[in-house]
């Protein structure tokens, strides 16, 4: 089936929201030393401002990302990015530990949902064989976004102060914001195109479960070695977001340009890789059908690469050659990121897709309220500030090195049957 031409349209705004999303995730990284010298916070005390975005944002993921398979979902992302600009413009005004919690929360509150909603639009704009590169697209806007908006930020920190940062973002949240509810359409029919037929061959009647029959299906092995595999992604982004800027300029004593290119490149390879990786999978998938190979070989692989990088990124001793590792495992380890939305609309009806996304990123993304504290005890504890930091570095290695191979071993897709398949069972394809 051809894809109609204003889906790339609306691909071009889901990138940019994806931009905007991320941005606002890591500006909290890119002030941190200013803003824990003027607030006076220790290291457990920072590790908590970083896990609080991940508290609501797991919650909100779950609850109203399943929404978005019964809800207009192009006014969801409105009042979605509606919350994220509003906490943008009033973080400038906290004055303590409590407040900036608080706004961390309601961040991730309003940031949550917001892979599951993108994940359903580009279920009614594109037919399944783009949905690799689509999806792909969209992480791409998500990691280049931070890759060009770092050097302004650092800059605008650096000569107006931390909270100039998240005022420009506001404002540019805003702008995008209405742009979106003037062009932003629900599905192919308010321009007058046919619908875009996801429906599979085997079912003849796919249709649409309550959360009582969907939940057990969580239990899936595919669906619990994905979550798992895409944990490690979402543990080591809050590491990178919340901890590296940090490590970066208390350890490696970067100064203002290394800082900006330490930051920036490894959202520049990222951007690179999600693009690259969806592309391969994509082809890899229409030459021979086969999910294992284009997706779950692809993603296992770049996952154990991604280890073995951050491994050796925490343990060499020139800075040239750590930077240049760190560069690298963050790009390999969240392709699962970009591969995983694929690979449940090939593990659930599309009429379920919210559902299955908003549960996905609530599990998974839980992980993300784990690694800044865990992080922050270890820096606290251990005998020195560069010794606690690598010390998590090993162990997040270790983590993603074993549950890569556990991911490729264990996930497999079972052949579907030619038969009409009964709604209880029409969950898992």
Not at 176 to 201: A, C, R, S, T, Y
């Amino acid at each position: 089936m051809n894809t109609p031409k204003y889906s790339w349209i609306i691909l071009l705004f889901l990138i940019a929201i994806g931009m905007i999303n991320q941005i606002d995730k890591i500006i909290i990284g890119l002030v941190s030393v200013p803003l824990m010298d003027e607030f006076d916070l220790s290291p457990s005390q920072w590790g908590l401002v970083g896990s609080s975005f991940f508290c609501f944002f797991t919650f909100s993921s779950f609850f109203l990302g399943g929404m978005a398979d019964s809800r207009n979902t192009k006014r969801m992302l409105a009042w979605l990015s509606f919350i994220w600009l509003i906490v943008q413009f009033v973080t400038p005004l906290v004055s303590s530990l409590y407040l900036l919690v608080v706004t961390r929360m309601l961040l991730g509150a309003g940031e949550g949902p917001a892979v599951a909603v993108s994940t359903s639009l580009i279920g009614k704009w594109f037919p399944k064989h783009r949905h690799g590169i689509s999806f792909g697209a969209v992480l791409f806007g998500a990691t280049i976004g931070p890759a060009i908006a770092t050097p302004f930020l650092i800059s605008i920190i650096s000569k107006e102060g931390w909270r100039a940062a998240f005022i420009a973002m506001g404002i540019v949240g805003l702008i995008v914001l209405i742009l979106w509810m003037i062009f932003g359409k629900e599905n192919p029919q308010e321009i007058g195109l046919p619908k875009i037929d996801q429906e599979e061959l085997h079912s003849s009647t796919i249709s649409k479960v309550s959360w009582r029959q969907f939940i057990p299906h969580l239990f899936s092995k595919n669906f619990i070695f994905t979550v798992l595999c895409a944990g490690c992604a979402y543990w080591l982004l809050a590491v990178q977001s919340v901890w590296l800027p940090t490590y970066f300029t208390k350890v490696q004593h970067l100064n203002g340009k290394q800082l900006t290119l330490a930051v920036s490149l490894p959202f520049l390879f990222a951007a690179i890789c999600q693009i690259g990786f969806a592309l391969v999978s994509d082809i890899l998938y229409r030459k021979t059908g086969d999910i294992r190979k284009a997706r779950i070989n692809v993603a296992s692989l770049t996952m154990v690469l991604s280890a073995v990088c951050l491994y050796l990124a925490g343990t060499v001793h020139s800075n040239t050659i750590s930077i240049l590792f760190f560069i690298l495992s963050p790009g390999l380890g969240i392709v699962i990121l970009t591969l995983a939305p694929a690979m449940l609309m090939d593990f659930f009806s599309p009429k379920n897709i919210g559902k299955a996304q908003g549960a996905y990123v609530a599990l998974s993304s839980s992980t993300s309220i784990l690694a800044p504290l865990v992080f922050g005890y270890l820096v606290e504890n251990a005998p020195t500030e560069a010794m606690g930091y690598q010390y998590g570095f090993q162990v997040t290695s270790l983590m993603m090195f074993l549950i890569g191979l556990l991911f490729w071993i264990a996930v497999r897709i079972t052949k579907p049957r030619l038969t009409t398949v009964k709604t209880e069972e029409q969950i898992s394809l």
